[in-house]
């Protein structure tokens, strides 16, 4: 049986300052107002509990084939208190190929042990809507507002939000290329079949001192990658919650899924002439 306040992976966790919850220095949260990039505060499809931040573009001229989408599910309580980390993530982790789109976790409930980011196979019964849905609903409403390289279109989710990461990249139909999954439990009951990792893209990182064990990310990887997926499984020190170089590890796990989404794909060997 988890402690309230420990299992992070599915209610909310109780720590009421933002900068503690990230484990972050203040200095690194903080953004001059003429560097920041512009931000725009959405509703999907004008439904209230489907808030999102639209980060960016920075100015210049727009990629020729559109710009890569990082879709983030924050971890916690999944607030819109997270968009000052989520827009230092757009300057300091991604190129200016890059737009952002940070979605608020929907308040079902009052509930601290509510799940913050439910889905399909894990739901709330109070929810209207699937953390899937909105995914997806986010994208397509982008998708009018940019043009966007459907290539290149990842989830971000740690703790709270990593569950909700591998449903929507696990999906049989999804937008959703790659995933990157930080410091979270891999439950496959909970998530659509494996099988439908065949091509996509995982980057999983995890702290061996984190309380949530080093089984759940090595069976994510292990079965991800059985399933024809590409997968990598990075570590780092300090426990549950982002340490050290933060951006950098960031900076790492999404240039990693690029070049997994850039590898030429593989031509089926001709098998001669067809014959009637």
């Keep these: 049986m988890c402690q309230k306040r420990r299992c992070a992976w599915a209610p909310v966790l109780a720590i009421p300052v933002l900068l503690v919850r990230l484990g972050l220095p203040q200095t690194n949260l903080t953004l001059a107002q003429d560097t920041e990039p512009p931000v725009q505060d959405l509703r999907a499809n ?25 879709l983030v599910l924050p971890g916690g309580d999944g607030s819109a208190e997270f968009r000052p980390f989520v827009t230092n993530i757009l300057q300091n982790a991604l190129s200016e190929k890059y737009l952002v789109a940070q979605l608020v976790a929907p308040k079902w409930r009052e509930d601290e042990n509510r799940t913050v980011w439910p889905t399909e196979k894990n739901p709330d019964a109070k929810m209207a809507f699937t953390s899937e849905k909105f995914v997806n ?7 009018t507002k940019q043009k966007i390289d459907v290539r290149h279109v990842y989830a971000l989710g740690w703790s709270s939000g990593g569950p909700a990461a591998y449903a929507a990249a696990l999906r049989e139909k999804t937008p959703i290329t790659g995933a990157f999954v ?12 494996a099988k439908n990792a065949k091509g ?42 982002w340490h050290g170089d933060v951006f ?24 001669g002439p067809e014959r009637d």
């Design 46 to 70: 004008g439904q209230k509990q489907m808030r999102y931040f639209l980060i960016g573009p920075a100015k210049g001229e727009p990629p020729k084939p559109g710009y890569r989408l990082l």
């Design 137 to 143: 609903v986010v994208v397509e409403q982008v998708k």
């Design 182 to 193: 930080a410091m979270s439990v891999f439950k496959p009951e909970q998530l659509p079949p």
């Design 200 to 241: 996509r893209a995982f980057y999983i990182l995890h702290s061996p001192q984190d309380f949530i064990a080093m089984r759940f990310p090595q069976q994510a990887k292990d079965m991800l990658a059985k399933a024809g997926a590409n997968v990598t499984l990075v570590t780092y020190e300090g426990g549950h919650g």
């Design 248 to 271: 950098g590890m960031i900076r790492s796990g999404i240039e990693w899924l690029d070049e997994q989404t850039e590898k030429p794909r593989q031509e089926p060997k001709s098998r």
